[in-house]
């Protein structure tokens, strides 16, 4: 048994070391030798100011509208309410290229710091809306009933019941739209322009554009990175340390609110209409059958195919080596006492990622390898966080049965535990799937010709100002999205379910 | 020779936080016996197999199995069975792939895989629920599909921690005979942990008292139920208890004789299958169960108490 804690703790510091301490040390060792001088602090000056911008008032509204519309998810009690819910979702996973290319279809190229927060609103309220609906719906119905029995109109039945159990999961949401925020790629380079360059930006153009800003090259970028890691890794301390587990409400009393339903729907559908606006744009002012696949591999000296088959490899190889090495730290995970140590690749975002990545494996290994190991280290956390939610729903009486019938933990695993979880694990691989398939801030900077992406694609058509084309590819784009994650999805969920 | 006990557990300690779960505890089981450790909830009992089965490792202590250490060996090297509280049933697989997981990870032959399952779901009579699964079982089918599936592999012993306790109080009753039964056909040695001291009536061959992580008293099983050595043992096992010339004594409810010197007032008094009554005396209240019917103003005889050191 002392073994294996000696095993678990060796696994868990191989990872830490190969996928955080030595990129951090990397990025010390470069940041150490840029030059600090007058036009570099101006520039870190004026990023910094677009980062904190850009988080602070994205996160108040997205915070505001999210918990109103959580608010609303609780109080609508009809048959529509999964639907919601997914369509909500299916916002948040969204490439945030593609949330940049929509608006860009809708408000054209005017570079305004209010569609930069419009694009992080649309992109983060969702999210905060079904968290705070998931920890708020978790109020008894019992409590409530008493509550009512005693006199509380349905105005205290929300605010003393609901508001405040809500609050958690909308905290939680608030602060990781702070990090997005904070952190932002896409929309601040697509539509903002150089005003608008948040530090997530200004690492990038310093790492792909500006090399040699410095007397060594990538300094500056890395004294960026660091920064930013710094900055970042109080508010990612406080949203790992939130625990947001959300009770299930077993109780099979009606809902106390039912006659309110009708008007939350009619406030769902509207907010559902407000931040499906900038996808809808696209398909509509662009329909995809006018799609020129000549045109588009003759702007980008590269076949659409090349582009397709990179991302799905790419995105097949990450997700496929982060889920086993996710599986190893799972199984052995119950005998660490600090999830924190596991979800540290969080603190870098993922430019400052790819750009440490780059720093130690650029020279030594070939950049599709580098750009598979990028994007497994950004899934990783994901994938282990809802993997060991998933694992904690099941009673442990079944994983020590197993082991008390003479089976290995890793073998439990995939024997009992597994299956148990498959449906939950069919959308983790899901999602993880179609992140690493919009990853476009890793990519685009340390991506060759021959390793280009979809993302890259898109980006490049952009910024040659082939706007139809820049659609139809993002179209495909989205098609392809789709068709993936319906065949992982579909494949994880094969075979006996079982009964549950 | 003197035979070797089937499991000794030697003065085991456990610390979670800053509370101390598992107080130097130390007790034996024979081979073939059952022993029933019995105590309140959270007095350690789960803790006790948890260290046993090597789920926990206790932070003192060691556990002897047929004379050899164990204490760091892993889970599935012990070839210790469980039957767990909640049972633990695979819930992804049908009743025949649980009772033959523990065979099919041995790799052993898929007839002879077969064959068990089949001898072993007949003796349990479950033979005809080999392809429903768990969520389609009633309580007392899924605990004999978990002691099914425990059994085929042939443990060194098996623990069981509360398995019938949610069981309607019908049930419970017939499966307490039915482990007895399974046990004695197949010979196996047992821990069980219980709250219930009618499962350690009916099941244990030795019983031992579990209060507060440690184990107040240990025996055999006529010796615990009729003799307890100190209050609090006597207490857990529903004696009243009172003092009187400076000497303490308990006596159980069902050995306060009517007819007798010491006279009562009847406080509460209900009938049911017996007479149950709580009786002022001049020792203090005393519950009372017996087939006569008791009168205000009726005398007792508690000549049976037994006294206390």
Redesign the interface.
Known sequence: ??A?LGFSFALVAVYAISVVIAPLLYLAYYAAHSSTGSLLVEVLRLSLRQSVIQGTVSTIISFSIGLLFGLLLIIYNGRMKNVVISMLFVTYVMPGIVMAIGIISIFGYSSRLWEIIYGNVVYNAPMIAVLSFSTGNSTSVREIYSAKTLGAKDSEIITKFYLPNSLRGGALGAILTFILSFEGFSLPLIIGGPSYSTMEVMIYELKSILPTFSQIPFSSASLLGLLQVVILVVPLYVYLAIRSSARRNESNLPSPLTRYSRVALAGLVLFIVFVMIPFFGMFLKYPVWLLNVHSITARLQISLAVLISNTVLFSFASTFIAFMISIVIAVYRPTLRNQFLILLPLIFSPVTLALSYFLIYGEHIPTSLLIILIFTAVIIPLNLRMMIQSVGTI?P????????????AI?TFF??QL??IKWEMSTVLSLMFITVMGEFSSIVTVYTQSTETITIGIYNLLSLRDLRDTYNLTEIFLIVIFISSFIINHLGKSG????? | MVPLDKLKVVAISKKIGSEDILKNVSFSLKEREIKVILGASGSGKTSILNSI???I?PDSGSIIKDGKDVT???????????V???????????VAENVA??LR??SRDLHEINDKVAEISDALSIASHLQK????LSGGEKQLV?LA??LI?GPDLILMDEPLSSLDSFLRNSMRWYIKDIQKKFGVSIIYVTHDLADAEILGDSIAILHEGSILDDGEKDRILNHPKTAETARILGYNLYSTGGRNYAIHPSMVIVGGPVKVRIVYGETGIKHNYLIETEFGKLNVVTDQILNEGDGVSLERSIQLP
């Open positions: 048994m002392r294996r009673l009486s079944e994983s020590n049965s197993s082991r008390t019938l003479g089976d290995s073998a024997k009992v299956p148990r006996a379910v079982g009964q549950t | 089965a090597g789920i490792r760091d060996l892993e889970i599935e090297k012990r070839n210790i069975g469980f767990f509280q909640d049972l633990g049933l695979f819930y992804s697989m049908n997981y523990g990870i041995r699964f768990p969520s389609q978990a599936r425990t592999t």
